[in-house]
């Protein structure tokens, strides 16, 4: 029953957030997970250096951006600004940066994954290299 209730209650959730259009939201490693699953058109953009990624891996199916890039703004201009975006960082101090540039640049959806990789892997959530 537990189960039931946190699974309806995060697609309420996903779905409101759905919603706000091009507003950034802040999702946690539960809701990043369950967007991810539930929405394949979701960009998910890692915009960790390339130093961090091979320390700790990805999260699967993400892309890798280095928000410290000369030509991050390049970069991130040609994703598709029709589908949602997800973007995470580390620990969280990058992510807000870039979603807000991005809700700027016109993207119609932008996700915060706000935990970060730090927050991914203390959850034991699965990461690729």
Do not use: H
């Not at 990043?32 to 891996?57: F, H, S, W, Y």
């Not at 993400?62 to 589908?83: G, H, M, V």
């Not at 994954?113 to 730090?118: A, E, V």
């Amino acid at each position: 029953m537990k189960k039931l209730f946190y699974s309806v209650f995060t697609l309420i959730l996903l779905n409101s957030i759905a919603c706000t259009g091009n507003a950034q939201s802040t999702l946690t490693a539960d809701q990043t997970e369950a967007m991810l699953k539930k929405d394949a058109t979701v960009q998910l953009i890692d915009l960790r250096t390339p130093e961090e990624i091979n320390r700790t891996g990805m999260i699967q199916g993400a892309r890798a951006i280095n928000f410290y890039a000369p030509d991050f703004d390049a970069q991130i201009a040609r994703l598709d600004k029709n589908k949602p975006v997800v973007v995470y960082c580390a620990a969280g101090g990058r992510s807000p940066q870039a979603a807000a540039k991005m809700s700027k640049m016109g993207f119609a959806k932008v996700y915060d994954y706000s935990g970060g990789m730090n927050d991914w892997k203390s959850k034991g959530k699965k990461t690729v290299q």
